[in-house]
Nanobody
Framework: QVQLLESGGGLVQAGGSLRLSCAAS????????MGWFRQAPGKEREFVGR????????IYEDSVKGRFTISRDNAKNRVWLQMNDLKPEDTAVYYC?????????????????WGQGTQVTVSS
Protein backbone atom coordinates (compact mmCIF):
# COMPACT_ATOMS: atom_id res chain seq x y z
CA GLN A 1 0.00 0.00 0.00
CA VAL A 2 1.28 3.44 -0.89
CA GLN A 3 0.68 6.65 1.06
CA LEU A 4 0.56 9.94 -0.84
CA LEU A 5 1.11 13.48 0.39
CA GLU A 6 0.58 16.55 -1.78
CA SER A 7 2.20 19.93 -1.20
CA GLY A 8 2.85 23.17 -3.04
CA GLY A 9 -0.63 24.64 -3.21
CA GLY A 10 -1.37 28.26 -2.45
CA LEU A 11 -2.82 31.53 -3.65
CA VAL A 12 -1.67 32.87 -7.00
CA GLN A 13 -2.86 35.55 -9.41
CA ALA A 14 -4.28 34.65 -12.80
CA GLY A 15 -1.47 34.00 -15.25
CA GLY A 16 0.84 32.78 -12.52
CA SER A 17 2.39 29.38 -11.90
CA LEU A 18 2.51 26.76 -9.18
CA ARG A 19 4.28 23.44 -8.90
CA LEU A 20 2.53 20.76 -6.90
CA SER A 21 4.46 17.84 -5.48
CA CYS A 22 3.21 14.41 -4.48
CA ALA A 23 5.50 12.46 -2.16
CA ALA A 24 4.91 8.73 -1.84
CA SER A 25 5.84 6.42 1.01
CA UNK A 26 5.25 2.83 1.98
CA UNK A 27 5.85 1.47 -1.48
CA UNK A 28 7.62 2.54 -4.65
CA UNK A 29 5.47 4.39 -7.16
CA UNK A 30 7.20 2.49 -9.98
CA UNK A 31 4.37 -0.04 -9.61
CA UNK A 32 1.69 2.57 -10.31
CA UNK A 33 0.42 4.91 -12.96
CA MET A 34 -0.09 8.23 -11.21
CA GLY A 35 -2.94 10.66 -11.71
CA TRP A 36 -3.81 14.20 -10.70
CA PHE A 37 -7.39 15.20 -9.99
CA ARG A 38 -9.07 18.33 -8.69
CA GLN A 39 -12.28 19.18 -6.93
CA ALA A 40 -13.84 22.62 -6.83
CA PRO A 41 -16.47 23.55 -4.22
CA GLY A 42 -19.83 22.04 -5.08
CA LYS A 43 -18.42 20.03 -7.97
CA GLU A 44 -17.39 16.45 -8.52
CA ARG A 45 -13.77 15.43 -8.48
CA GLU A 46 -12.41 15.64 -12.01
CA PHE A 47 -9.47 14.24 -13.90
CA VAL A 48 -6.53 16.55 -14.63
CA GLY A 49 -3.90 14.19 -16.02
CA ARG A 50 -2.08 10.90 -15.72
CA UNK A 51 1.46 9.65 -16.22
CA UNK A 52 2.32 6.03 -16.85
CA UNK A 53 4.70 4.17 -14.55
CA UNK A 54 7.45 4.21 -17.19
CA UNK A 55 6.77 7.91 -18.08
CA UNK A 56 6.14 7.02 -21.72
CA UNK A 57 2.51 8.08 -21.71
CA UNK A 58 1.07 11.28 -20.31
CA ILE A 59 -2.53 12.34 -20.90
CA TYR A 60 -4.30 15.55 -19.90
CA GLU A 61 -7.80 16.86 -19.60
CA ASP A 62 -8.49 19.22 -22.49
CA SER A 63 -8.76 22.42 -20.45
CA VAL A 64 -5.22 22.05 -19.04
CA LYS A 65 -3.41 20.89 -22.18
CA GLY A 66 -0.50 23.17 -22.99
CA ARG A 67 -0.59 24.74 -19.51
CA PHE A 68 -0.03 21.82 -17.12
CA THR A 69 2.80 19.28 -17.17
CA ILE A 70 3.02 16.07 -15.17
CA SER A 71 6.37 14.49 -14.41
CA ARG A 72 7.69 11.83 -12.06
CA ASP A 73 10.90 10.47 -10.62
CA ASN A 74 10.47 6.88 -9.47
CA ALA A 75 13.84 6.91 -7.72
CA LYS A 76 12.69 9.85 -5.58
CA ASN A 77 9.19 8.40 -5.23
CA ARG A 78 7.69 11.72 -6.33
CA VAL A 79 5.27 13.07 -8.90
CA TRP A 80 4.88 16.72 -9.86
CA LEU A 81 2.23 18.85 -11.49
CA GLN A 82 3.60 22.03 -13.02
CA MET A 83 0.78 24.50 -13.60
CA ASN A 84 1.37 27.57 -15.77
CA ASP A 85 -0.93 30.34 -16.98
CA LEU A 86 -3.34 29.60 -14.16
CA LYS A 87 -6.93 30.74 -14.47
CA PRO A 88 -9.56 31.37 -11.78
CA GLU A 89 -11.40 28.27 -12.99
CA ASP A 90 -8.38 26.20 -11.95
CA THR A 91 -9.23 26.94 -8.32
CA ALA A 92 -9.75 23.62 -6.53
CA VAL A 93 -8.28 21.12 -4.14
CA TYR A 94 -5.76 19.08 -6.11
CA TYR A 95 -5.18 15.40 -5.37
CA CYS A 96 -2.63 12.88 -6.55
CA UNK A 97 -3.68 9.28 -6.86
CA UNK A 98 -2.18 5.91 -7.70
CA UNK A 99 -3.57 3.27 -10.04
CA UNK A 100 -2.05 -0.21 -10.05
CA UNK A 101 -3.64 -0.98 -13.41
CA UNK A 102 -1.65 -0.14 -16.53
CA UNK A 103 -4.81 0.65 -18.49
CA UNK A 104 -5.11 4.46 -18.76
CA UNK A 105 -8.21 5.75 -17.04
CA UNK A 106 -9.72 9.09 -16.10
CA UNK A 107 -12.21 7.54 -13.72
CA UNK A 108 -11.91 8.35 -10.02
CA UNK A 109 -12.91 4.84 -8.96
CA UNK A 110 -9.98 3.29 -10.80
CA UNK A 111 -7.48 4.88 -8.44
CA UNK A 112 -7.03 2.96 -5.20
CA UNK A 113 -4.78 5.34 -3.29
CA TRP A 114 -5.22 9.06 -2.70
CA GLY A 115 -3.49 11.91 -0.97
CA GLN A 116 -5.29 14.38 1.28
CA GLY A 117 -5.18 17.17 -1.29
CA THR A 118 -3.68 20.64 -1.50
CA GLN A 119 -5.64 23.85 -2.08
CA VAL A 120 -4.95 25.95 -5.17
CA THR A 121 -6.65 29.33 -5.37
CA VAL A 122 -6.29 31.55 -8.43
CA SER A 123 -7.42 35.14 -8.09
CA SER A 124 -8.56 37.23 -11.04
Amino acid sequence: QVQLLESGGGLVQAGGSLRLSCAASGRTISSYDMGWFRQAPGKEREFVGRISRNTNTVIYEDSVKGRFTISRDNAKNRVWLQMNDLKPEDTAVYYCAADASAMPSQRVERYAFWGQGTQVTVSS
